[in-house]
């Protein structure tokens, strides 16, 4: 499933556009940042498949990480 397939209340990048940063998952933000997904793959099940191989499965892991 993409994300122009979910209502754009949904969307991360609208979201984050319409209600700021604070308000997105950190799964949403990472998509936002990756901002395409793969073949069958939106962006935030990609990001969130990223944060689950992150030892505390938030963003701030991953970038402590890095």
Known sequence: M???N???SEQPYEKCLKSGAASLSDA???AVI???GTNGS???EVA???L???H???FRALSDES
């Open 2 to 4: 993409t994300a122009k």
């Open 6 to 8: 979910l209502p754009v």
């Open 28 to 30: 949403e933000l990472l």
């Open 34 to 36: 990756i901002r395409c």
């Open 42 to 44: 939106s962006s935030t």
């Open 48 to 50: 969130k498949h990223v």
């Open 52 to 54: 689950s191989k992150t």
């Open 56 to 58: 505390r499965k938030s």
